[in-house]
């Protein structure tokens, strides 16, 4: 995937857009059924001067043409663009054209919904999704390739580096995986056509994803990027790390130094990208991410510590006050911790203390599952790299207080 830049100065490529839209018009689709219709009478009546007339078939119900989404012709998508084009540096009738050409996408619409509900989260299936031969050889390879980036984006920011490449490869499998939907399309469907009605427990998030759209307006023209080019995932997230394009704007960093942020073909880039992310939501250099814990058998008294969620809010020994065993490191962590719960299906949950490290990998993907899938792939991986000899051991920073993380 690549973020097409304007071959020419941006007026022109404006006035293209504004030229395809016109194409785009309604009138337009509508009148093209019926010049081909047309043609094809002419053509039969022809063919009918010249042959005899076969034997009347049975007609054919008419088919329905697919209703096409048009947000040019939508009050409220235009009314948009004419409220926010000052702010983002466009003239109206440009982010009109622009947000004339985006599709909505029906697929975003269901892929945005959380699962059906009933469904009991197992994380054991989870971590098999990522932690497994064929992306850990490559994050092996992606390593190699980097380490001197990986090396010197520890070395400024305190993340481990296989901290920074395990999200690398969680998310995009090293850059196989970056996405496939335009991302314009993307935020304006969940900004002007959020799944409604909800299903229970789900929440509308238009507004975030309407904040997204200004964000990636902003970015593409800052950058000289073609907005109608860009892919990502169903989210509208781009590049190597996937980025949403606020945190794009905010936190990513020219890593390579070649003058400009691209984390779309740029890995360097989004090595530097991940790991100042990181710092900037409250990484703590040398803090590791969790501990062992063993929790209490008491109902009452494990819920009191799941309180919280993935939120430290307890020292530990508010832990023990209620019947909860830490391993060693844990009793000696100073600041505060959480219980962190991990179901199994229909087994029984796992259980670790999460620290600050811990809380910091949710502010990535807002899930303790993501966070520790992360976690668990950067030790596999550390282990992998120092199994192979190559001269690296891995840090504690990202295991549980040792060495493997367990």
């Known amino acids: 995937?690549?973020?097409?830049?304007?071959?020419?100065?941006?007026?022109?490529?404006?006035?293209?857009?504004?030229?395809?839209?016109?194409?785009?018009?309604?009138?337009?689709?509508?009148?093209?059924?019926?010049?081909s219709a047309s043609a094809q009478v002419s053509s039969t009546a022809k063919a009918a001067a010249h042959k005899p007339r076969p034997k009347p078939a049975a007609r054919k119900p008419a088919r329905t043409p697919a209703a096409l989404p048009a947000y040019g012709d939508r009050a409220d998508v235009m009314a948009f663009a004419d409220a926010q084009a000052a702010s983002l540096g466009y003239r109206?009738?440009?982010?009109?054209?622009?947000?004339?050409?985006?599709?909505?996408?029906?697929?975003?619409?269901?892929?945005?919904?959380?699962?059906?509900?009933?469904?009991?989260?197992?994380?054991?299936?989870?971590?098999?999704r990522f932690i497994e031969?064929?992306?850990?050889?490559?994050g092996l390879n992606f390593w190699a390739t980097h380490e001197a980036a990986l090396a010197r984006a520890e070395a400024a920011y305190g993340v481990p580096a296989e901290m920074i490449a395990s999200i690398i490869g969680v998310e995009t499998f090293y850059g196989r995986i970056m996405g496939s939907f335009r991302v314009l399309d993307a935020l304006a469907t969940l900004s002007f056509d959020y799944p409604s009605p909800l299903p229970p427990g789900a929440r509308d998030r238009s507004g975030f994803f309407r904040e997204e759209l200004r964000q990636f307006l902003i970015l593409a023209r800052e950058n000289g990027l073609d907005p109608l080019a860009m892919k990502g995932s169903y989210a509208g997230a781009m590049g190597w790390g996937q980025f949403m394009p606020g945190s794009w704007r905010r936190y990513a960093i020219d890593f390579d130094g070649d003058g400009h942020v691209d984390?779309?073909?740029?890995?360097?880039d989004a090595i530097g990208s991940v790991a100042n992310f990181l710092r900037e939501h409250g990484w703590e250099r040398g803090m590791?991410?969790?501990?062992?814990?063993?929790?209490?058998?008491?109902?009452?008294?494990?819920?009191?510590?799941?309180?919280?969620?993935?939120?430290?809010?307890?020292?530990?020994?508010?832990?023990?006050?209620v019947g909860a065993q830490l391993s060693?490191?844990?009793?000696?962590?100073?600041?505060?911790?959480?219980?962190?719960?991990?179901?199994?299906?229909?087994?029984?949950?796992?259980?670790?203390?999460?620290?600050q490290n811990f809380y910091t990998m949710t502010r990535y993907n807002q899930s303790s599952y993501y966070a520790m899938a992360v976690i668990e792939f950067a030790n596999?991986?550390?282990?992998?790299?120092?199994a192979?000899?190559?001269?690296?051991?891995?840090?504690?920073?990202?295991?549980?207080g040792s060495s493997n993380g367990n």
Not at 263 to 268: A, C, D, E, G, T
């Open 388 to 400: 192979t000899g190559v001269n690296a051991a891995p840090t504690s920073a990202s295991g549980a």
């Open 133 to 138: 031969p064929q992306r850990l050889q490559a």
């Open 328 to 355: 060693p490191q844990g009793r000696a962590h100073q600041g505060p911790l959480a219980l962190i719960e991990l179901q199994m299906g229909g087994a029984a949950p796992v259980y670790v203390a999460g620290t």
């Open 263 to 268: 984390l779309i073909n740029s890995p360097v």
């Open 288 to 321: 590791p991410t969790h501990y062992e814990v063993q929790v209490p058998n008491d109902t009452a008294a494990r819920a009191q510590l799941l309180i919280s969620d993935v939120l430290p809010q307890l020292d530990a020994k508010q832990f023990e006050s």
């Open 1 to 35: 995937m690549t973020a097409a830049r304007l071959a020419s100065p941006r007026r022109p490529f404006l006035l293209s857009l504004l030229q395809l839209s016109m194409a785009a018009l309604p009138l337009t689709v509508a009148l093209a059924p019926v010049a």
């Open 380 to 386: 596999t991986l550390a282990s992998w790299r120092k």
């Open 92 to 128: 109206p009738e440009e982010l009109r054209a622009i947000l004339a050409l985006a599709r909505s996408q029906p697929v975003v619409q269901r892929l945005i919904l959380p699962g059906a509900p009933g469904q009991a989260k197992d994380w054991g299936a989870y971590r098999q």
